[in-house]
């Protein structure tokens, strides 16, 4: 992107340990592989606290992508947060009333990220997979990897969430 302002992308789930972080590390790994500048990436959860950590199956499988997760710190989501994001993509329909109850003037700024990708699923959530098996983690990657890779060409542009209400 040739803009003057970078623009903030933030993904959001539960504790920030599993999802979000998945989410941003891999977009900022494809924004990275493509020579895609000007946005910034982050994540954040609803229930999270700097005392949790990446490990087990999660730092395998990001291990296995060639992602460095080792220095990620959980974060609870802020209002500040939301309102320095241009566009904020979540896990789950609980995530997504959690952040429009916190800072309803971001409500235009806030989809699932199945539903920014437009998928038309019965459901839109994105199933946590804390505490299952690496396989699980594997599933729950390559199905956010594929959303990511749906709605990229959205994210890369300016005005990311138009006509996206």
Excluded: W
Excluded at 43 to 67: C, F, H, N, Q
Excluded at 82 to 92: A, F, K, N, Q, R
Excluded at 114 to 124: H, I, L, N, T, V
Excluded at 129 to 141: H, K, L, N
Aim: net charge neutral; glycine share 8%.
């Amino acid at each position: 992107m040739n803009d003057k302002q970078d623009r903030n992308v933030l993904f959001i789930c539960t504790g920030n340990t599993c999802r979000s972080v998945m989410a941003e590390y891999l977009l900022r790994n494809i924004l990275k592989e493509n020579g895609i500048g000007g946005i910034n990436v982050s994540s954040a959860g609803t229930a999270a606290s700097p005392s949790y950590r990446i490990y087990g199956a999660l730092k395998t499988v990001m291990d296995e992508r060639g992602l460095d997760v080792s220095g990620h710190e959980s974060t609870q989501v802020t209002k500040a947060m939301l309102d320095g994001s241009h566009l904020i993509l979540v896990m789950e329909e609980k995530h997504k009333d959690y952040l429009t109850g916190l800072s309803p003037e971001n409500k235009n700024k806030i989809f699932l990220l199945k539903e920014y990708a437009g998928e038309s699923d019965f459901s839109k959530d994105i199933p946590d997979p804390i505490g299952s098996p690496a396989e699980i983690y594997r599933a729950t990657m390559s199905e956010i990897e594929k959303y990511i890779f749906k709605s990229l060409n959205k994210i890369t542009r300016k005005g990311a969430n138009d006509g996206c209400a």
